[in-house]
């Protein structure tokens, strides 16, 4: 059997193969990016979770919005560190930020997240699959029991640039060579893995309905001045896939396929050198040593 | 640019043949001051101030050290130095000549108790700054301000930009935080003003909703009486005083509209369709810009200019603890920036010591004052004593008003200073042909309140037959809108020279791409390197250029040696290691550098090249914590030969980062390579995007290279050929600043804030700026632009005309402010015989461009052959290359052209002993000027000075002293030292002083001399030898002696020497008397010994015949034959299999 593969790893690969040789085959050390968006990421995600671990179905939502501010704060002082921030007051700012955005998915009055944490299955679930002899897995950040089955929520930041009913044709493109839409095909390979991953788990029973969702915590944020500070505040809401998934089928398994025999076969000579160019390394990590990139550049 | 290649650019060059014209002359020899010259673009305003102060020296008997000269850049002060020097000896040296900033630093030092300063401040740097923003950040109060310190776009919308940009604002006009806390006040002040902006609108949209003229009137005094309540509750002064102020200017408004309708209702005046909508529209009634009938780009919503004030103010507000806390961490570093030089020598000036630093000059002469900002002025006047002022300037070229300059400086505030000021002309050009200043002359006639009126006529003008001015119509909306290949055509036909409209070919270096602004360069840059067409690109980091990333890439290893991405660039680009071995080095958990240096060679497939590898950067890490970034630097490009590795463009464009480097940190010991730096050069773009662009700063210009620039960068520079890109409405569009009103308020009243429009301001600028841009050329000027069609123009404009008849007075803002059809009135101005080169030199190529290449029987495009060649390359690596029974050669007319010595070939004493040596070396020398092989630096030359550097340092002090008559030895050294500086050749000071030394030890500085660096050309049989002597000196017995310095280790023999006859030789010609005396002075280490022999004429004759032998034998110079030997280790190509293996480093060529 091949090696399993995340979806992060495939997507990596479909984004430029050179890239994840350096990334993932060869594990080339970049330069310091910035870790504040990464260390807050693991903050709202492990509030999250806890918040979820620890409420019953029944718990009213007072409780529950008091329960996950204090797990923020608390998770805040584990991992924010002021070395992630130029300064205090930055740091503040995006303490601020967070917790609005907490505040708001966990509102007692209509949040969100106080559903999520009611009818919550399982967090951080480790799901596999094998589809055509490839082996696959992934971590699910959420899986919310409903009246028809099982939803699976991942949390992001925000939804900006996820897949969409609009975009979803790009996914076609993207396999044809004709377009480069890395972003879009990670959120495609991500809602497969997870939908086919989940119906492995003990707690899925057939005929149950499958759902896939992102859910950005901060699709919106608000900044207001006042003579003695700043109000910030934040809003989210989900993006379902479940439905994309459905209608692209065919498309997203051949693109998973394609990765997957890539990264299989070790083959990672990019391909479509020109889209990747133009695309994929102006925002590369390894644009200043990856050869394909610099030999572009010394032909003009 | 020059001819005269033998000299660079600094050396000092009397003028002895430049007489000034009746306008200059006047000027010199007036004794009236204060005195003004306006002088225009061109007019030679430098050099008359130069020659004023030689004339007070000279005829006056003023004693140098009583002059002060004062101009902007330091390139500006040292040539004024190097020219007085050059004229009157070391007297010249004597001037203070300084730059409007460093005689700041000047006086702090001298006056540093007085002016409560400590004697050691040092001048912060840009990187100290960031340092410095980045540590107060907390202290900034934010409120309004996102503390966000970088964002999606780094950091330049971030919190740290915003506070840099704020204290550069307000420092430049010497505001300080405490003016703007007073103008401001409390917290709660400013957010009171936060919604009057939404509250004039709401009062709009109530009362002015009206559908007819008559209806809207009868409102009218509704909105004045709800204006009068807003003013009266604000008070009298500060921030309140400028809202107040603008209110007023509204109620203005209204009695103006109402003066108008009234008139209108009454028959007595026609109005503008839709009229009725206007009240509203003005006072920001209309939720989302102008309703239909309004015309969109009439832009006079009025209320927008307080709400963009106001919020400025909020910003400031909580900026301005951030600037205190700057400022107070700058004098606990014991820092100055450089606005700061300048404020605290201000403050100083007006303390009760400033008469006396005043009175250490009697006179007092100012360049280029149109530049000079408020403060500046104000030190410029403290300075002056008993009116001996003399100012030179142009109003027409002032561009750096949005950067604080004060224009009215070099007019009105000069006025009013000085009574009994005399004002002077300069309006003969010794630089453009006519045609280019009478389209000058035009188009600065559109300037609006252009105080003096200045005609620029050429003088002297040398004949010409081509075009002058030419314009070049932008494509329509096809792939080529910015028309860069347009320009790309232009340069290639002015290179080439072949169109009948030409009168000749230019260099590149004879060429200047002028931008307004950077990004109409990126896309001539662009078609340059399709073309091949070399250029430098002035002040700028070229951080797209892939060799200097490599460079780069090596610094940022060194700083951060986990940064493995860094590595791999490095071992893949300098150090050419293949996959595998990368593969190798990446693989494992070690990081890479460890790898690297420890792992054993035997893994690798090419052992050698990682050997060398690590070598280098073991040597490098090193050296890297004890060493200064500079020395550091110039290790790294010495032990890893890493230019060589870099394409003739990238070595121009490494020069920036070379330049960012020598002036990273200024103090006395410069502090080693840290990851702070590499941040720095990361925001450098970002966050200084300005220093290139200041009057302090003038790039060194390129003399084979298409020079690409800004306008503001070109300011006093001069090219035969320039090209100004893209001169629409839209890409010259002006604007207006952050901070504009807030400063202006602060600067001169609150009620100044709204007295004048910034956009209208920054038009005029524009204009002037086009200006300078034009006056830049010699002979051609190409203008490429267009300009928009618009149907409903006409209709527009009337409306625009009329709005304008209603509005007040005290309103500053004009309809379609900040239009500026500037290509509409190029083509007004254009003189009679200006062409359109649209179709013809900026269409298509006349002539051989680039030369031909034949291949296989077939004339081939340089593209195709240069396609044909990699693809051979290619399949020679693959092992695809198929053999033929036929060998195919490439003909590139250029290189395998005519067989015969080129005409020009001239010969020299050295070339001639290097033929002598090696005919190859010779001709690759001399005849093909051959790029230098790879070569393996010695590790073992020490402090890595060259004997070159060191003997070109004495031999040029050497020739200075000669012509200045300067006979000690301290005085020797001045000049020495000045000639290292200029060079950036300290490092090699040391043992010229000691060559300096050993002169002194020998008889020479006791004869006197006669001639120094003396040129001459000696025609033998035809053939040019051409030369220097070093020096020619008339002994104590009243003979004529030739020498020549040795700095060197090497010892000639007078025998066999060729080098002295052929001077005696050239010396016939020379001087009137004979010379038969010649020797060596050696100053190196070998001496200090002079050995000199005496040459009769039968000497004389063998040499003159055996030299003429050689200069017949070099005409079948070729590249064939060749001598190897002991020369072979000096030899620039011993890499060829010529040499002896001993000293190839590599796998060697073969042939």
């Not at chain 2, 070399?534 to 700083?559: F, I, M, N, R, W």
């Not at chain 2, 010699?778 to 928009?788: A, P």
Request: hydrophobic residues 35%; negative net charge; proline residues 5%.
């Amino acid at each position: 059997m091949s090696s399993s593969l995340s979806p992060s790893r495939l997507a990596n690969y479909a984004t430029c193969p050179r890239l994840y040789d350096y990334r993932y085959a060869q594990d080339v050390n970049a330069p310091d990016r910035t870790e504040l968006y990464l260390n807050q990421g693991t903050i709202y995600h492990e509030t999250i979770e806890d918040v979820c671990t620890a409420t019953d179905r029944d718990d009213d939502a007072e409780t529950i919005h008091d329960r996950a501010m204090q797990v923020f704060e608390a998770k805040w002082d584990e991992h924010s560190t002021p070395d992630d921030y130029e300064s205090a007051a930055h740091q503040e700012y995006q303490r601020a930020e967070n917790r609005a955005a907490i505040a708001s998915f966990f509102d007692p009055d209509g949040g969100d997240g106080i559903e999520h944490a009611r009818f919550s299955a399982a967090t951080e679930c480790w799901v596999e699959c094998e589809v055509e002899g490839r082996a696959l897995h992934g971590k699910a950040d959420n899986v919310i029991r409903t009246e028809d089955g099982l939803h699976i929520f991942d949390y992001k930041r925000n939804t900006n640039g996820v897949l969409s009913s609009r975009t979803a044709e790009y996914l076609g493109d993207h396999l044809d060579g004709e377009a480069h839409e890395p972003k879009r095909v990670r959120n495609a390979f991500q809602t497969a893995v997870y939908v086919e991953g989940m119906k492995n788990e003990p707690f899925y029973e057939d005929g149950m309905e499958v759902r896939f969702s992102f859910y950005g915590l901060l699709n919106s944020t608000s900044f207001e001045s006042t003579p003695s500070g700043y109000d910030v505040s934040a809003r989210g809401w989900p993006r379902e896939t479940t439905e994309i998934y459905e209608e692209h089928y065919d498309t997203i398994w051949a693109l998973i396929r394609d990765a997957h025999d890539g990264i299989t076969s070790e083959t990672y000579e990019p391909d479509l050198l020109d889209l990747i160019t133009e695309e994929a390394c102006p925002d590369c990590d390894y644009r200043e040593m990856c050869p394909d990139r610099l030999s572009t550049e010394v032909q003009q | 640019m020059s001819d005269d290649a033998e000299y660079p650019s600094w050396y000092p060059v009397p003028e002895e043949n430049v007489s000034p014209e009746p306008q200059q002359q006047t000027i010199i020899d007036s004794d009236a001051y204060p005195m003004r010259v306006l002088a225009g673009a061109g007019t030679g305003k430098t050099f008359t101030m130069v020659r004023k102060i030689e004339h007070l020296i000279d005829e006056e008997g003023v004693s140098p050290d009583r002059i002060l000269a004062l101009t902007f850049t330091n390139n500006a002060a040292d040539s004024m130095r190097e020219k007085l020097n050059a004229k009157l000896g070391t007297a010249g040296y004597d001037i203070d000549a300084y730059t409007y900033h460093s005689i700041c630093n000047e006086i702090l030092t001298d006056y540093a108790y007085e002016a409560g300063i400590d004697p050691d401040f040092e001048v912060a740097t840009d990187a100290e700054k960031y340092a410095i923003v980045l540590d107060v950040l907390d202290e900034i109060e934010y409120r309004s301000v996102k503390p966000n310190v970088y964002g999606s776009d780094g950091y330049a919308s971030g919190a740290a930009s915003k506070l840099l940009n704020f204290i550069g604002s307000m420092k430049r006009s010497g505001i300080t935080p405490d003016d703007i806390d007073a103008f401001l006040g409390p917290a709660d002040r400013v957010y009171d003003l936060g919604d009057l902006p939404e509250r004039i609108e709401t009062i709009a949209s109530d009362h002015l909703g009206g559908r007819s003229v008559s209806s809207v009137l009868d409102s009218l005094p509704d909105v004045r009486d709800e204006l009068t309540a807003e003013r009266d509750a604000l008070g009298t002064n500060g921030i309140k005083a400028s809202a107040r102020d603008f209110l007023d200017r509204l109620i203005d408004v209204c009695d103006a509209l109402e003066t108008a309708f009234e008139a209108h209702d009454n028959g007595e005046r026609d109005l503008p369709d839709n009229a009725y909508k206007l009240p509203k529209y003005l006072f920001g009634g209309y939720a989302s810009g102008a309703p239909k009938g309004i015309p969109n780009n009439l832009d006079l919503e009025l209320t927008d200019h307080l709400d963009s004030f106001v919020s400025d103010c909020l910003a400031a507000r909580d900026l301005t603890a951030g600037y205190a806390a700057y400022e107070q961490e700058l004098d606990e570093r014991n820092l100055i920036d450089f606005d700061g030089l300048v404020v605290e020598t201000a403050t100083l000036m007006d303390s009760p010591i400033g008469e006396e630093i005043a009175e250490r000059w009697d006179y007092v002469f100012c360049d280029e004052f149109q530049d000079t900002d408020r403060l500046q002025f104000d030190l410029v006047t403290s300075l002056v004593t008993d009116d001996n002022l003399f100012v030179v300037g142009d109003d027409d070229q002032a561009i750096y008003e949005w950067r604080g300059a004060n224009v009215a400086n070099i007019t009105d505030e000069l006025d009013r200073a000085f009574t009994a000021l005399t004002d002077e002309p300069l309006e003969e050009n010794f630089r453009s042909r006519q045609p280019i200043l009478d389209l000058a002359n035009e188009a600065i006639q559109k300037l609006d309140h252009r105080e003096r009126h200045k005609t620029l006529t050429r003088v002297d003008e040398p004949a010409y037959d081509g075009d002058t001015v030419a314009t070049v119509e932008l494509p329509g909306e096809d792939d080529d809108a910015d028309g860069a290949s347009q320009l790309r055509t232009v340069v290639q036909n002015v290179l080439s020279g072949a169109a009948d409209n030409l009168d000749e070919a230019y260099d590149p270096g004879d060429i200047a791409v002028l931008v307004r602004k950077n990004a109409h360069a990126t896309p001539v840059i662009e078609e340059f390197e399709d073309a091949g067409i070399p250029y430098q690109v002035a002040g700028d980091l070229a951080t797209e250029s892939v060799g200097v990333g490599t460079v780069t890439a090596y610094l940022k290893a060194l700083a951060r040696p986990e940064d493995e991405v860094s590595w791999n660039r490095v071992l893949l680009m300098r150090y050419r290691l293949c996959d595998a071995d990368l593969r190798t080095l990446n693989a494992g958990d070690e990081p890479l550098v460890d790898t690297l240096r420890e792992a054993p060679l035997d893994e690798f497939e090419e052992p050698d090249r990682v050997a060398k590898a690590r070598k280098h950067a073991t040597e490098l890490l090193e050296l890297r914590d004890a060493a200064s970034l500079s020395h550091l630097y110039r290790e790294l490009k010495d032990v890893t030969n890493i230019e060589w590795y870099l394409s003739e463009q990238e070595r121009r464009d490494l020069t920036q980062l070379d330049d960012v480097i020598d002036q990273y940190g200024e103090s006395a010991v410069q502090p080693p390579l840290t990851p702070e730096f590499i941040d720095s050069l990361e925001h450098y773009d970002s966050l200084f995007d300005e220093s290139g662009t200041t009057p302090t700063s003038q790039p060194d210009v390129a003399d084979d290279a298409v020079n690409v620039m800004t306008i503001h960068k070109s300011k006093g520079l001069d090219f035969p050929v320039v090209l100004i890109p893209q001169i629409t409405a839209e890409e010259w569009a002006p604007s207006s600043r952050t901070y504009d009103a807030l400063e202006t308020a602060l600067s001169d009243g609150a009620t100044a804030a709204f007295a004048q429009d910034f956009v209208e301001r920054d038009a005029r600028e524009t204009r002037r700026v086009f200006h300078v841009g034009i006056t830049r050329a010699e002979d051609i000027l190409v203008l490429q632009g267009g300009s928009e069609e618009d149907d409903e123009a006409a209709d527009e404009e009337s409306v625009s005309e009329r709005v304008d008849e209603i509005l007040p007075a005290r309103i500053p803002w004009q309809p379609e402010r900040g239009h500026l059809p500037l290509w509409t009135d190029v083509q007004e101005c254009l003189p009679g015989d200006a062409v359109d080169w649209t179709n013809t030199l900026a269409g298509q190529t006349i002539g051989d461009v680039g030369g031909s290449i034949n291949h296989d029987g077939e004339e081939v495009a340089v593209e195709t052959a240069r396609d044909r060649v990699l693809t051979l390359a290619t399949a020679t690596l693959d092992g695809a290359l198929s053999s033929r029974t036929e060998r195919e050669v490439l003909r590139v007319a250029s290189l395998t052209g005519p067989t015969i010595p080129s005409p020009s070939l001239s010969h020299s004493y050295t070339s001639l002993a290097a033929y002598e040596e090696c005919p190859r070396s010779h001709y690759l020398e001399y005849v093909v000027n051959a790029f230098p092989d790879y070569q393996e630096t010695t590790s073992n030359d020490g402090d890595g000075v060259s004997q070159r550097t060191i003997g070109l340092l004495f031999h040029d002090t050497a020739e200075q002293a000669a012509n200045q008559g300067v006979e000690c030895r301290e005085e020797w050294y001045g000049i020495c030292e000045r000639l290292a500086s200029q060079r950036r050749a300290e490092d090699a000071l040391p043992a010229a002083k000691q060559c300096i030394d050993r002169y002194f030890e020998l008889d020479l500085p006791g004869y006197e001399i006669i001639d120094a660096e003396r040129e001459f050309e000696l025609d033998i049989d035809g053939h040019e030898l051409v030369g220097y002597i070093d020096a020619v000196y008339r002994t104590p017995d009243d003979d004529l002696l030739v020498i020549d310095y040795k700095a060197t280790e090497r010892h000639r023999d007078l025998q066999d020497d060729k080098q002295l006859p052929i001077y005696l030789l050239a010396c016939r010609d020379l001087y009137d008397e004979p010379v038969t005396r010649a020797g060596y002075a050696y100053v190196g280490e070998i001496g200090p010994k002079v050995e000199t022999r005496t040459f009769s004429d039968g000497d004389l004759e063998v040499v003159r015949n055996d030299v003429t032998e050689s200069m017949h034998r070099i005409a079948e110079f070729s590249f064939s034959r060749y001598t190897a030997g002991e020369h072979c280790q000096w030899c620039q190509h011993n890499q060829l299999p010529c040499a002896p293996d001993s000293f190839t480093v590599g796998p060697g060529f073969e042939e």
